[in-house]
Nanobody, 127 residues
Framework: VQLQASGGGLVQVGGSLRLSCAAS????????MGWFRQAPGKDREFVAA????????YYSDSVKGRFAVSRDNAKNTMYLQMNSLKPEDTAVYYC?????????????????????WGQGTQVTVSS
């Protein structure tokens, strides 16, 4: 299983970016996928996730209402649309997948629930 995150960059406060996470090496239409981020000097934290059925999405309180996670199963790709960006959104963003398909819903926000990770893409929001 390989994940390739892309779409990061430098954006001004209030701007938008769309991150992509392309998956390969398996079938991902029936597994849960998520986004995490790590700011300098901080622990990696949950951002958003989409449940294996694609019918439910979950967000951290800090991004709810501004970010939207989606997936295109035909392309084996997950997206994170980020709007109204703030300086505190600056971080390396990682995508992850529950490749084994064994995640329980209550653990969707936990790093340990994901078995494969992408390399990360840098998002910098300038004020």
């Amino acid at each position: 299983v390989q994940l390739q995150a892309s779409g990061g960059g430098l954006v001004q406060v209030g701007g938008s970016l769309r991150l992509s996470c392309a998956a390969s090496g398996g079938t991902f239409s029936r597994v849960s996928m998520g986004w995490f981020r790590q700011a300098p000097g901080k622990d990696r934290e949950f951002v958003a996730a989409i449940w294996r059925t694609g019918s439910s999405t979950y967000y951290s309180d800090s991004v709810k209402g501004r970010f939207a996670v989606s997936r295109d199963n035909a392309k084996n790709t997950m997206y994170l649309q980020m709007n109204s960006l703030k300086p505190e959104d600056t971080a390396v963003y990682y995508c992850a997948v529950d490749a084994r398909g064994s995640m329980i819903l209550s653990s969707i926000r936990r790093e340990g629930s994901y078995s494969a990770w992408g390399q990360g893409t840098q998002v910098t929001v300038s004020s």
